[in-house]
């Protein structure tokens, strides 16, 4: 793991457990975009995880209990542990774990639960091509398909910020291809 | 004999809008065919296939292969060492926090390296990356540099190389394509009856469904797209 990664991730691990502590629900989706930088330029598995798992937390935690944020928070916390100490093996498997938690949670619906973390792999997809990052290839670091991203990313009012002109010669190429 | 190559950004753009149908319209005015490479298929048709999601979307792209409207172009040996060294210029040109960007995927590069070997008259391309990389490559480090905030540096031979490679390619996009059926009266069956402004009505329908479902066109284009269509009609 790049050292840039692993700061990143520590310290947005911080921030989640206190976000998770105060209840701060809304400061936790804000906090799923902090990696998306680290997503476009390394693409690794690490940065992009932990956007989808803090995204996911924050939509379950609209609608679970103490318990569920308990366990969380103490699956956190050792994962964090664990990546300050390098042990990167160990806080791979300690995220996984927490994943597969969230996904196994009985207080929702499994149907929920998948619509939610396929939900947050398009909307952390959507921040990826924004930053410049190709449809396809953002699609493919996110193992999704380029029809759900092509359907969000429409929504987004950054798609349309530096578009080169040229619509007008554009459209008279157009023209000149087809006969009337 | 012309040929028009489709990204699948430009397909999935007219598929999402029910509109896919009009490149069958478009071939009777084309002296030529459309089409798309063989990546590309895999994106838009095979995967889905193997999916529940976007199943259906896959299906009437496959019927617009089947019919022949869409054709797909044969991946040949010089078309595959053109796609390997496109691949490798593209996400070789731009670096930040000492690595390189992988920027592009091999779908688009192929699609491209399948239209330049084809001699294609024009490159059908919706999203935005790609389409900068083409045209201007300086607006796509600003991009990456004011969206990462941090400085990229451009890798100048590789980038002047991929341009030299890509520099006969003509860049439009779907709603050039759809801009085109629409002068042609290929829309005319959507004209909303009863209302004097029933052609403004659709063209402003057309354009932000394209926009909406990905297709990078800015507002103010939309705006111009508007007022160029209005002088045409008068």
């Known amino acids: 793991m790049e050292e840039v990664v692993r700061q990143d991730i520590l310290s947005v691990l911080a921030q989640a457990e206190k976000y998770i502590l105060e209840s701060k629900i809304s400061d936790l989706k804000e906090l799923s975009n902090h990696t998306i930088h680290n997503c476009s330029i390394f693409q690794d598995h690490d940065s992009i995880i932990i956007a989808v798992l803090i995204y996911s937390l924050s939509k379950v935690m609209e609608k679970t209990n103490g318990e569920f944020s308990s366990r969380v928070l103490k699956s956190i916390s050792y994962a964090r542990n664990n990546l300050m100490l390098k042990k990167e093996e160990e806080y791979r498997s300690e995220i996984q774990k927490l994943m597969d938690y969230i996904s196994k949670t009985d207080s929702m619906t499994r149907k929920y639960i998948q619509e939610v973390i396929q939900q947050a792999m398009v909307k952390k997809g959507g921040r990826i091509y924004e930053h410049g990052i190709s449809m396809a290839r953002t699609a493919s670091i996110l193992g999704i398909t380029p029809w759900e991203l092509m359907a969000y990313v429409g929504q987004s009012a950054e798609v349309g910020e530096f578009i080169s002109g040229r619509t007008r010669q554009r459209l008279e190429f157009a023209r000149s291809l087809f006969k009337k | 004999m012309k040929k028009i190559f489709l990204d699948s950004s430009a397909v999935i753009s007219l598929t999402l809008n029910n509109l896919l149908w009009i490149l069958d319209a478009l071939k009777e005015h084309l002296d030529g065919d459309f089409f798309i490479c063989p ?87 919706d999203e935005r990356t790609t389409r900068l990389l083409l045209e201007n490559p300086g607006a796509l480090r600003d991009l990456l540099q004011s969206k990462l905030h941090t400085r990229v540096e451009v890798n100048r031979q590789n980038l002047a190389r991929f341009r030299s490679l890509t520099r006969q390619i003509k860049v439009i996009r779907s709603v050039e394509l759809v801009l085109v059926a629409y002068e042609l009266g290929t ?48």
């Open chain 2, 39 to 125: 990546e590309i298929k895999a994106e838009l048709v095979d995967n889905p296939l193997n999916t529940k999601r976007f199943e259906f979307e896959a299906l009437q792209v496959l019927a617009q292969i089947n019919s022949g409207a869409l054709k797909i172009a044969e991946l040949t040996p010089e078309a595959n060492t053109l796609y390997d060294e496109l691949l490798h210029l593209a996400n070789t040109s731009f670096k930040s926090k000492g690595v390189w960007i992988n920027i592009v995927h091999k779908g688009e590069m192929q699609a491209l390296a399948t239209a330049i070997l084809s001699g294609a008259s024009a490159f059908v391309v």
């Open chain 2, 187 to 234: 829309l005319d069956r959507y004209l909303p009856a009863g209302t004097p402004e029933a052609r403004e009505i659709l063209l402003d329908a057309v354009l932000w469904g394209l926009k909406l479902k990905g297709c990078a066109i800015s507002e103010d284009e939309i705006a111009q797209v508007k007022r160029i269509e209005a002088r045409v009609s008068e």
